[in-house]
């Protein structure tokens, strides 16, 4: 292993922290910290999932973290592509200030949350850049 630079660590945390995540969900990841950090390059200031900021996708869902499968997309947009854009019955789409989902789920996940109410809540008592499409 190469010894890490006092000035990588953060990068390092980071690192670690989206390989274990997902190790833990089931996908095989063949990148190494240098691969990785290389791969980010200057973008590595824009990584997390607020407005503005990009993640790590990858191309194939289906396939592993590799070098090759890998593209730079905002975190509602990988959320959006991580379903596969499939709405369900009860899905209704919205619009929030990260743009327009199929659903109160998929607008819950871009935002970090882990489930709707938050989002719902806002929807219901029409906070400013939260609105319902399908009204």
């Given at each position: 292993m190469t010894k890490i630079k006092m000035k990588?660590?953060?990068h390092w945390k980071a690192y670690n922290m989206q390989k274990n995540m997902a190790i833990n969900r089931g996908i095989e990841w063949d990148?190494?910290?240098e691969q990785w950090k290389q791969w980010w390059g200057d973008d590595i200031v824009n990584r997390g999932k607020g407005p503005g900021k990009l993640v790590m996708?990858?191309?194939?869902?289906?396939?592993?973290y590799t070098w090759n499968n890998l593209?730079?997309?905002s975190h509602a947009e990988n959320?959006?592509?991580?379903?596969?854009?499939?709405?369900?019955k009860k899905s209704r789409?919205?619009?929030?200030?990260l743009g327009e989902f199929i659903s109160v789920a998929e607008a819950a996940r871009a935002h970090g949350h882990m489930n709707s109410v938050t989002i719902n809540r806002?929807?219901?008592f029409?906070?400013?850049?939260?609105?319902?499409?399908?009204?």
């Open positions: 990588d660590i953060p990148l190494t910290f996708g990858r191309i194939d869902t289906s396939e592993p593209n730079k997309v959320c959006i592509r991580s379903t596969k854009g499939v709405p369900t789409p919205c619009r929030t200030p806002r929807l219901l029409n906070q400013p850049g939260y609105e319902y499409l399908d009204v």
